[in-house]
Protein backbone atom coordinates (compact mmCIF):
# COMPACT_ATOMS: atom_id res chain seq x y z
CA UNK A 1 0.00 0.00 0.00
CA UNK A 2 2.66 2.17 1.06
CA UNK A 3 4.23 2.04 -2.86
CA UNK A 4 0.65 2.68 -4.24
CA UNK A 5 0.57 5.91 -2.01
CA UNK A 6 3.87 7.47 -3.31
CA UNK A 7 2.97 6.85 -7.11
CA UNK A 8 -0.56 8.49 -6.51
CA UNK A 9 -0.19 12.38 -7.18
CA UNK A 10 -1.72 15.22 -4.66
CA UNK A 11 -2.82 18.74 -5.05
CA UNK A 12 -3.42 20.92 -1.83
CA UNK A 13 -5.66 23.70 -2.04
CA UNK A 14 -5.58 27.27 -1.22
CA UNK A 15 -6.76 27.94 2.60
CA UNK A 16 -10.70 28.68 2.31
CA UNK A 17 -13.12 29.06 5.19
CA UNK A 18 -13.43 25.71 6.65
CA UNK A 19 -17.84 24.59 6.92
CA UNK A 20 -17.13 22.84 9.82
CA UNK A 21 -15.20 24.87 12.64
CA UNK A 22 -15.92 28.45 12.92
CA UNK A 23 -13.39 31.06 11.73
CA UNK A 24 -10.59 28.33 11.17
CA UNK A 25 -9.19 28.12 7.44
CA UNK A 26 -9.14 24.67 6.09
CA UNK A 27 -6.64 22.99 3.38
CA UNK A 28 -7.11 19.72 1.35
CA UNK A 29 -4.83 17.57 -0.67
CA UNK A 30 -7.09 15.87 -3.68
CA UNK A 31 -5.37 13.37 -5.59
CA UNK A 32 -4.92 14.73 -9.34
CA UNK A 33 -8.14 14.19 -11.35
CA UNK A 34 -5.69 12.94 -14.25
CA UNK A 35 -5.03 9.82 -12.40
CA UNK A 36 -6.91 7.00 -13.00
CA UNK A 37 -8.70 6.32 -10.06
CA UNK A 38 -10.39 2.61 -9.39
CA UNK A 39 -12.71 1.52 -6.54
CA UNK A 40 -10.26 -0.75 -5.37
CA UNK A 41 -7.85 1.94 -5.49
CA UNK A 42 -10.17 3.98 -3.92
CA UNK A 43 -11.15 0.80 -1.05
CA UNK A 44 -6.63 1.06 -0.02
CA UNK A 45 -7.39 5.42 0.05
CA UNK A 46 -10.26 5.15 2.60
CA UNK A 47 -8.07 2.99 4.45
CA UNK A 48 -5.70 6.22 4.62
CA UNK A 49 -7.67 8.75 5.74
CA UNK A 50 -9.17 9.51 1.99
CA UNK A 51 -12.62 10.64 1.20
CA UNK A 52 -14.99 10.65 -2.31
CA UNK A 53 -16.62 13.94 -3.48
CA UNK A 54 -18.40 12.70 -7.00
CA UNK A 55 -15.21 11.72 -8.83
CA UNK A 56 -12.55 14.05 -6.26
CA UNK A 57 -10.64 12.14 -3.35
CA UNK A 58 -9.23 14.18 -1.24
CA UNK A 59 -8.52 13.79 2.94
CA UNK A 60 -7.65 16.94 5.28
CA UNK A 61 -4.35 18.70 5.20
CA UNK A 62 -4.32 21.40 7.39
CA UNK A 63 -1.02 22.37 8.55
CA UNK A 64 -2.45 23.47 12.46
CA UNK A 65 -5.22 21.61 12.95
CA UNK A 66 -6.26 18.10 13.29
CA UNK A 67 -9.45 18.34 13.86
CA UNK A 68 -10.77 16.14 11.43
CA UNK A 69 -10.24 12.35 11.99
CA UNK A 70 -11.44 9.49 9.80
CA UNK A 71 -13.88 7.46 11.35
CA UNK A 72 -15.18 3.74 10.92
CA UNK A 73 -17.58 1.03 12.30
CA UNK A 74 -16.19 -2.67 12.76
CA UNK A 75 -19.65 -3.97 11.87
CA UNK A 76 -19.22 -7.42 14.06
CA UNK A 77 -18.37 -5.46 17.40
CA UNK A 78 -21.25 -2.43 17.14
CA UNK A 79 -23.66 -3.43 20.11
CA UNK A 80 -26.91 -1.04 18.96
CA UNK A 81 -27.78 0.84 22.77
CA UNK A 82 -31.03 1.93 23.64
CA UNK A 83 -32.27 4.75 21.58
CA UNK A 84 -30.72 3.06 18.54
CA UNK A 85 -32.60 0.01 19.39
CA UNK A 86 -35.56 2.40 19.92
CA UNK A 87 -34.88 3.81 16.58
CA UNK A 88 -34.86 -0.15 14.93
CA UNK A 89 -38.26 -0.36 16.52
CA UNK A 90 -39.36 2.11 15.05
CA UNK A 91 -38.31 1.72 11.90
CA UNK A 92 -39.72 -2.23 11.73
CA UNK A 93 -42.05 -1.23 8.70
CA UNK A 94 -40.29 0.97 7.07
CA UNK A 95 -39.38 -0.72 3.50
CA UNK A 96 -36.28 -0.24 1.49
CA UNK A 97 -34.74 -0.58 -1.90
CA UNK A 98 -31.23 -0.54 -3.03
CA UNK A 99 -31.26 1.19 -6.66
CA UNK A 100 -28.66 2.47 -8.88
CA UNK A 101 -26.62 5.15 -8.58
CA UNK A 102 -28.89 7.54 -11.25
CA UNK A 103 -30.79 10.97 -11.15
CA UNK A 104 -34.52 10.51 -9.87
CA UNK A 105 -36.55 13.20 -9.75
CA UNK A 106 -38.06 11.97 -6.40
CA UNK A 107 -34.41 12.01 -4.71
CA UNK A 108 -33.63 15.57 -6.14
CA UNK A 109 -37.20 16.62 -4.69
CA UNK A 110 -36.22 15.09 -1.51
CA UNK A 111 -32.93 16.26 -1.70
CA UNK A 112 -33.41 19.97 -1.65
CA UNK A 113 -36.18 19.79 0.64
CA UNK A 114 -33.92 18.26 3.26
CA UNK A 115 -31.14 21.38 2.05
CA UNK A 116 -33.47 23.98 2.41
CA UNK A 117 -34.56 23.02 6.38
CA UNK A 118 -31.18 21.87 7.37
CA UNK A 119 -28.55 23.82 5.69
CA UNK A 120 -30.55 26.59 3.83
CA UNK A 121 -27.48 28.72 4.37
CA UNK A 122 -25.50 26.12 2.12
CA UNK A 123 -24.89 25.87 -1.75
CA UNK A 124 -26.56 23.18 -2.32
CA UNK A 125 -29.75 23.94 -1.03
CA UNK A 126 -30.38 25.32 -4.01
CA UNK A 127 -28.01 23.08 -6.19
CA UNK A 128 -29.08 22.08 -9.70
CA UNK A 129 -29.76 18.41 -10.83
CA UNK A 130 -26.07 18.02 -12.54
CA UNK A 131 -24.73 19.39 -9.45
CA UNK A 132 -26.21 17.30 -7.29
CA UNK A 133 -25.64 14.12 -9.25
CA UNK A 134 -22.28 15.33 -9.34
CA UNK A 135 -21.53 15.49 -5.44
CA UNK A 136 -23.28 12.65 -4.98
CA UNK A 137 -22.58 10.01 -7.48
CA UNK A 138 -19.49 8.67 -9.40
CA UNK A 139 -18.30 7.20 -12.59
CA UNK A 140 -15.46 4.92 -10.80
CA UNK A 141 -16.88 4.02 -7.82
CA UNK A 142 -19.02 0.90 -7.09
CA UNK A 143 -22.40 3.45 -5.22
CA UNK A 144 -25.69 2.97 -4.79
CA UNK A 145 -29.07 4.81 -3.75
CA UNK A 146 -31.11 3.55 -0.80
CA UNK A 147 -34.52 4.03 -0.66
CA UNK A 148 -36.56 4.19 2.50
CA UNK A 149 -40.22 4.20 2.44
CA UNK A 150 -42.86 4.77 5.28
CA UNK A 151 -46.40 3.75 3.57
CA UNK A 152 -45.31 3.97 0.59
CA UNK A 153 -44.18 7.31 0.37
CA UNK A 154 -40.05 8.20 -0.15
CA UNK A 155 -38.54 9.52 3.23
CA UNK A 156 -34.78 9.08 2.63
CA UNK A 157 -32.32 8.06 0.76
CA UNK A 158 -28.69 6.78 1.38
CA UNK A 159 -25.48 7.26 -0.92
CA UNK A 160 -23.72 4.21 -0.30
CA UNK A 161 -20.41 3.14 -1.57
CA UNK A 162 -19.48 -0.53 -1.77
CA UNK A 163 -15.72 -1.43 -1.14
CA UNK A 164 -13.91 -4.78 -0.99
CA UNK A 165 -14.37 -5.33 2.31
CA UNK A 166 -16.35 -2.46 3.78
CA UNK A 167 -19.48 -0.16 2.75
CA UNK A 168 -18.85 3.74 3.30
CA UNK A 169 -21.41 6.14 3.99
CA UNK A 170 -21.16 8.54 1.77
CA UNK A 171 -24.34 10.94 2.54
CA UNK A 172 -28.00 10.68 3.65
CA UNK A 173 -31.04 13.03 2.86
CA UNK A 174 -34.17 12.97 4.51
CA UNK A 175 -37.67 14.17 4.95
CA UNK A 176 -37.77 16.09 7.75
CA UNK A 177 -41.64 15.84 8.67
CA UNK A 178 -40.47 12.40 10.10
CA UNK A 179 -38.52 13.17 13.37
CA UNK A 180 -39.62 9.96 16.02
CA UNK A 181 -38.06 8.00 12.72
CA UNK A 182 -34.69 9.06 13.38
CA UNK A 183 -34.06 8.11 9.86
CA UNK A 184 -30.43 9.54 9.65
CA UNK A 185 -29.45 7.04 12.57
CA UNK A 186 -31.81 4.18 11.06
CA UNK A 187 -29.61 4.76 7.59
CA UNK A 188 -26.36 4.37 9.29
CA UNK A 189 -27.96 1.37 11.72
CA UNK A 190 -29.28 -0.26 7.83
CA UNK A 191 -25.64 -0.02 6.44
CA UNK A 192 -24.33 -1.76 9.66
CA UNK A 193 -26.70 -4.66 9.23
CA UNK A 194 -25.90 -4.62 5.27
CA UNK A 195 -22.51 -4.95 6.02
CA UNK A 196 -22.95 -7.63 8.31
CA UNK A 197 -24.85 -10.06 6.27
CA UNK A 198 -22.61 -9.47 3.45
CA UNK A 199 -19.51 -10.16 5.30
CA UNK A 200 -18.00 -6.78 4.73
CA UNK A 201 -15.78 -5.86 7.60
CA UNK A 202 -16.44 -2.04 8.40
CA UNK A 203 -18.56 0.47 7.92
CA UNK A 204 -16.80 4.24 6.81
CA UNK A 205 -18.68 6.42 8.72
CA UNK A 206 -16.75 10.15 7.28
CA UNK A 207 -14.93 12.41 9.15
CA UNK A 208 -15.39 12.79 13.41
CA UNK A 209 -15.20 16.48 14.54
CA UNK A 210 -15.81 16.48 18.21
CA UNK A 211 -16.34 20.29 17.99
CA UNK A 212 -19.15 20.14 15.13
CA UNK A 213 -22.16 19.60 15.64
CA UNK A 214 -22.81 18.53 12.35
CA UNK A 215 -20.17 15.63 12.94
CA UNK A 216 -20.28 14.90 16.51
CA UNK A 217 -22.97 12.53 16.48
CA UNK A 218 -21.09 9.47 15.05
CA UNK A 219 -19.72 8.74 18.81
CA UNK A 220 -23.04 7.23 19.14
CA UNK A 221 -21.88 4.18 17.13
CA UNK A 222 -19.69 2.54 19.55
CA UNK A 223 -17.59 0.81 19.27
CA UNK A 224 -16.08 4.05 17.22
CA UNK A 225 -12.10 3.21 15.50
CA UNK A 226 -10.46 6.41 14.66
CA UNK A 227 -7.48 7.89 12.66
CA UNK A 228 -4.96 9.01 14.32
CA UNK A 229 -1.44 9.83 13.82
CA UNK A 230 -1.68 6.51 10.64
CA UNK A 231 -3.44 4.24 13.08
CA UNK A 232 -6.46 2.74 13.65
CA UNK A 233 -7.28 3.31 17.22
Known sequence: MANTLISIPLVK???????????????????????????????????????????????????YCTSCL?????????????????????????????????????????????????????????????QYIAFLGSTWCDTVFVEFSIDQQLVAVAVVDRLDNALSAVYTFFDPNFPSHSLGTYAVLWQIQHALAERREYVYLGFYIENSAKMSYKKNFQPMQLLVDGRWV
Open 13 to 63: TYPHPCSYIENAAAQSHFVNTDFPMTASIYAQLIEHGFRRSGDDVYRPGCP
Open 70 to 130: SSRLSVKDFKPNRSQKRCQANNQNTQVVIKPPVFEQAHYDLYLRYQQARHCDGDMATCSPE
